[in-house]
């Protein structure tokens, strides 16, 4: 079985920066696409940020030039910089990740952590 535990929530005031890093663990072959999701009350969870295992990274256009996404395969590990945070970016952020186990593929989310922007 595969966990990813995201870290690095909290409150923030409007300008303001955040790290969030997910790591995964369990039985992994290879890692591929691994990305960041966002929920915020009564919305639907939307694609912050992907960075697959090769090639360029997507972001939505609302974080754009705001937040960057990168990864650490050797530690099995994704992380999202927030910078010049706004209180729209209020949400719940999960963690996402497209595992290969060998003979298979299968995708997991990570338990959510909060990002509050607030003054």
């Known amino acids: 079985q595969v966990q990813l535990v995201e870290s690095g929530g909290g409150v923030v005031q409007p300008g303001g920066s955040l790290r969030l890093s997910c790591a995964a663990s369990g039985s992994i072959v290879s890692i591929n696409a691994m990305a960041w999701y966002r929920q915020a009350p009564g919305k639907q969870r939307e694609l912050v940020a992907l960075i697959p295992s090769g090639g360029s990274t997507n972001y939505v256009d609302s974080v754009k030039g705001r937040f960057t996404i990168s990864r650490d395969n050797a530690k099995k590990m994704v992380y999202l910089q927030m910078n010049s945070l706004k209180p729209e970016d209020t949400a719940n952020y999960y963690c996402?990740?497209?595992?290969?186990?060998?003979?298979?593929?299968?995708?997991?989310w990570g338990q959510g952590t909060q990002v509050t922007v607030s003054s």
């Open positions: 996402y990740a497209d595992i290969s186990h060998g003979y298979y593929r299968q995708t997991y």
